[in-house]
């Protein structure tokens, strides 16, 4: 249970679920119209959009960067505490109760943990209720009629969670009945339309907000699942660290045995990011010619070596070459290198793209 | 007065942030703390976090790929 319950002359304190979209920038802001002290909080997964992969690729470097979760706490003029829960996350991506979305996606879950989370959060310091940007109807998975409560009630939270977007859909809760909250001035939204949310950005005169296209987190993309499925399908395990998770926005992925796939980096962003992971893969960069940084990821076997460099050879300048110098680099060992004649386009076949 | 050194090299935003809010959060007003890093997107990250939290950047230094970036904490308000 809540263990603070604020005197009558203080006011009351809330903590907001901010992702960095629109609608969590709203259920802040309409909760702080009514004299609420609201302070963000932001849970940083590993699988989150934000940030990585515009910080890895050399073309989006040119494109203005922020941060959506940062950008939506100073429009609101509040705090924001960032989380690191990669390691507690694991398990809600590994064996979700509730089972995937239409990829990786373990939403409900993902839900119940994060607001279990600013449970704990709010209890620690001393706030009264969470607010999320919920919307009824707006996700399959994790916002319907009929999972939404299971999230207040899994996560602890129970009445102390407010979804202020749709709160006239749902049962009244306990910052309402103690008069915190005047639920005339919350909304009934409900469904998939984003027209509602966006005219009440336009009344409180948020522009640029931020309006991701797939969800808030890598979870949700097609091309990523298959990726993390493959890597768990090849290890035997579905432990990860973060940095395997990292890998996994980055590059070309290709896997042409079993028993190891090859990272190629896309630019030069991509290189020098894959640079720093040098000292724990065998990698491969072409000498004779112009080319990416290559990481092999799994154990090789004779004849593997080879197979990679001549991979590596056909993404260098010297593709069409008769001959290309490729530098192997192991992991305990000096690096060497092989003279190999480039894969062909036809000796790749579709499938080794992961 | 002291100065804390947080190594966020190679990381990726938003772990720097996440190092140095976790670095500023123990610290008392006056004390510094200087964060280095790789990600460009530092630049704009650790400054929004300072803005919000009431801390001051006073410099920021950039060499080839390395920025370090030097936070005087306030009082926190
Ligand atoms: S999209 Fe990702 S972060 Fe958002 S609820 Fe689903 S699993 Fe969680």
Redesign the pocket.
């Known amino acids: 249970m809540f263990a603070v319950v604020p005197l009558m002359s203080q006011k009351p304190k809330a903590v907001a679920l901010i992702?960095g979209g629109l609608d969590s920038l709203l259920a802040a802001r309409v909760v702080m119209e009514q004299g609420v002290h609201v302070e963000g909080i932001n849970f940083f997964?590993g699988?989150?959009v934000e940030g990585h992969t515009h910080a890895i690729r050399k073309q989006d470097r040119a494109k203005p960067k922020r941060n959506n979760a940062l950008w939506s706490a100073e429009q609101l003029g509040i705090k924001l505490h960032i989380i690191d829960i990669i390691e507690e996350y694991k398990d809600v991506v590994i064996n979700p109760k509730h089972g995937y979305?239409a990829n990786l996606?373990?939403?409900l879950d993902?839900?119940i943990f994060?607001v279990e989370k600013a449970r704990e959060w709010v209890e620690e310091h001393g706030f009264d209720f969470i607010i999320t940007g919920e919307v009824l109807g707006q996700?399959p998975?994790?916002q319907r009629k009929d999972t939404m409560p299971v999230v207040a009630r899994d996560s602890g939270a129970r009445d102390r969670l407010v979804r202020p977007l749709c709160a006239k859909n749902l049962p009244v809760t306990m910052p309402e009945i103690r008069g915190w909250l005047d639920r005339d001035k919350l909304y009934g939204f409900n469904g998939r339309s984003r027209k509602p949310q966006m005219a009440l950005a336009e009344k409180f005169g948020f522009e640029d907000y931020a309006q991701p296209a797939g969800?808030?987190?890598f979870?949700?993309d097609k091309q990523y699942a298959v990726k993390l499925g493959d890597l768990w399908a090849t290890r035997g395990t579905r432990e990860y660290d973060l940095d395997d998770i990292m890998l996994l926005k980055v590059g070309r992925h290709l896997r042409p045995r079993p028993n190891f796939k090859v990272i190629v980096g896309r630019e030069e962003g991509e290189n020098r990011f894959l640079e720093g992971y040098r000292k724990r893969f065998v990698h491969m960069i072409p000498r004779s010619h112009s080319g990416p940084l290559v990481l092999i990821d799994g154990e090789l076997a004779a004849g593997d070596i080879e197979l990679a460099a001549r991979l590596t050879a056909r993404f260098s300048q010297g593709r069409d070459a008769a001959q290309v110098t490729i530098e192997v680099k192991p992991v305990d060992a000096d690096a060497h290198c092989l003279d190999v004649l480039p894969l062909t386009a036809d000796e790749i076949p579709a499938d080794w793209y992961i | 007065m002291s100065t804390t050194v947080v190594d966020a090299r190679n990381l990726l935003c938003p772990m720097p942030v996440i190092r140095a809010q976790d670095a500023v959060v123990k610290l008392q007003p006056g004390d510094t703390v200087q964060v280095l890093c790789t990600d460009p997107g530092v630049v704009h990250d650790i400054p929004a976090w300072c803005r919000i939290h009431g801390h001051e950047i006073f410099k920021i230094d950039e060499q080839g790929h390395e920025i370090v970036i030097h936070i005087c904490v306030g009082t926190g308000n």
């Open positions: 992702s997964t699988f989150c979305g996606n373990p939403c993902c839900k994060m996700r998975m994790s969800g808030c987190c979870l949700t």
